[in-house]
């Protein structure tokens, strides 16, 4: 992927991409795995986790913190669970149904196929878990560079949004741009 010519932070975005996927290679598929547990378990003790009734969640890549269990968990309890789906260019959102009702999207990545959720319910969803590629102590994000999370933030103004991420991908400065959102906190 070439740097972005329309971001004066453009290569060091792309560099920072580089570093963090050094980093993922690192790290043997048990040590991430271990490390998501952890990072489960602390989403799971957390009041605004136990309190939130509709969640944005995101079915995880390989190299991403794995928050399946969340989703399992949070569907056996009833809570309105939805899973991002690529349209074109932007992310749609969609009711998950089970494991089941899961198929593999444009990117390789399983998506629900359940019931879209409008779009002008967005204010009803409490908690959003959102996955980068790194992020700061600020709670700027990093993303892989689509922009698809860069245009789904800016609409959900009434969510609390949680940025979740390995130890590693937590830094002490990412790019940022004035029309970039900040996540409220970072667990990793």
């Not at 991409?17 to 795995?33: F, G, N």
């Not at 980068?132 to 700027?140: E, I, L, Q, V």
Request: charged letters at 25%; a negative charge; aromatic letters at 8%.
């Amino acid at each position: 992927m070439k740097p972005s010519s329309n971001s004066p932070y453009g290569g060091r975005k792309h560099s920072l991409r580089q570093y963090i996927r050094a980093q993922k290679k690192e790290h043997t598929a048990a040590q991430l795995a271990a490390m998501s547990e952890e990072i489960t378990n602390r989403v799971l003790a957390s009041a605004w986790w136990q309190e939130a009734g509709t969640l944005l969640l995101y079915y995880p890549l390989a190299d991403e913190v794995d928050v399946r269990r969340l989703i399992c968990e949070a569907f056996q309890k009833r809570k309105n669970v939805l899973l991002p789906v690529v349209k074109g260019e932007e992310l749609e959102l969609h009711h998950y149904e089970g494991e089941t009702s899961l198929r593999e999207g444009p990117y390789g990545i399983m998506e629900p196929t359940g019931p879209l959720f409008l779009p002008e319910s967005y204010g009803d969803i409490e908690l959003a878990l959102i996955p980068g590629m790194a992020f700061d102590r600020p709670g700027h994000r990093l993303g892989r560079g689509k922009g698809y999370y860069d245009r789904l933030l800016p609409k959900l103004t009434l969510t609390r949004l949680t940025g979740i991420c390995f130890p590693f991908q937590l830094l002490d400065e990412v790019p940022s741009e004035p029309h970039d959102i900040a996540v409220a906190e970072v667990i990793c």
